[in-house]
């Protein structure tokens, strides 16, 4: 069964904007980790966040993981034409392996 | 570093043919993983190796699919026949270890299938 669904399936903003994802999943968890994929980079590691942290940053990254509401969001600040790409949170969850979402495609306009 | 490296990148097939990728992880990785990915879904984890023994291959279809990974280091994914729903992109990732998780993985270009 799918473990995190990301919200909204697809987002489109300016340049400069901000733009946040969710991901919400529905057993207890390990970690959740974001992921980037595009046509030129394949799909590439953002960041982890452990079920003990509730908000990690990276560059330009934020993101927070609420377990009470079984939860996570990804805010990318200021972004950039080259942030267009699909987004997915995955799961590491106890007796079960590692589970992504169905992803949210950013358009990134300029 | 060189990242991991998959074979062929295309491949188009005819039902019920078989078909074969390879999948070379980042040296020293010990931990490698499949993913099929369909249009528009996420990565579905097929099999988890780490070093020569297979971690969870819970969603691996075993009638069709099979995996090894010889000496702990290059893996081979086959299918065995082939169905239309197989056509999709097979993403090979390694990752340092397997602990509960905490490594992040890396993923190769991918294998695109494409069947008839």
């Known amino acids: 069964s799918q473990q995190g669904e990301e919200d909204p399936q697809a987002l489109s903003i300016q340049e400069g904007e901000n733009a946040t994802m969710n991901c919400s999943y529905k057993?207890?968890?390990?970690?959740l980790q974001w992921y980037r994929q595009n046509s030129g980079r394949g799909l590439v590691h953002l960041i982890l966040?452990?079920?003990?942290?509730r908000e990690k940053h990276s560059g330009r990254l934020r993101v927070t993981l609420d377990t009470s509401k079984k939860s996570s969001s990804l805010l990318i600040t200021a972004s950039r034409a080259a942030d267009t790409a699909s987004y997915f949170c995955?799961?590491?969850?106890?007796?079960?392996?590692?589970?992504f979402g169905p992803g949210t495609r950013l358009s990134v306009l300029p | 570093e060189a990242g991991v490296a998959q074979s062929p990148r295309y491949k188009i097939i005819e039902k019920r043919q078989s078909v074969a990728f390879w999948c070379n992880p980042i040296?020293?990785?010990?931990?490698l993983y499949w993913y099929q990915q369909i249009l528009g879904q996420g990565p579905k984890l097929l099999i988890q190796?780490?070093?020569?023994?297979?971690?969870?291959d819970s969603q691996l279809p075993k009638d069709r699919f099979s995996a090894e990974r010889l000496k702990g280091v290059d893996s081979t994914l086959k299918i065995q026949p082939a169905k239309l729903e197989d056509s999709a992109v097979y993403l090979c990732?390694?990752?340092?270890?397997?602990?509960?998780?905490?490594?992040?993985?890396?993923f190769g270009p991918g294998t695109r299938l494409t069947v008839l």
């Open positions: 990732a390694s990752s340092l270890e397997w602990r509960g998780g905490l490594n992040e993985q890396f």
């Open positions: 057993t207890s968890i390990n970690n």
């Open positions: 966040i452990r079920s003990n942290e």
């Open positions: 995955a799961t590491d969850a106890p007796n079960q392996n590692f589970v």
């Open positions: 040296s020293g990785h010990a931990t």
């Open positions: 190796f780490q070093n020569n023994g297979v971690v969870d």
